[in-house]
């Protein structure tokens, strides 16, 4: 149950950090937000999945 919670607060800190610097490059609103993340997770997509832009 102790390796769970470890996880679990790794996996937090880790969304957390994604969303501020989500925010922070896209700017602070509902807009920068939601179009921010969907770029971003294409970028990390595309870097994971080997694809050239």
Not at 23 to 45: P, W, Y
Request: proline share 0%; glycine share 12%.
């Amino acid at each position: 149950m102790r390796i769970l919670s470890k996880v679990l607060w790794t996996l937090a800190f880790l969304v957390a950090t994604f969303l501020w610097m989500v925010l922070f490059e896209h700017g602070f609103s509902m807009k920068g937000l939601t179009e921010g993340t969907g770029a971003e997770l294409q970028a990390l997509a595309s870097w994971f999945g080997g694809s050239k832009k």
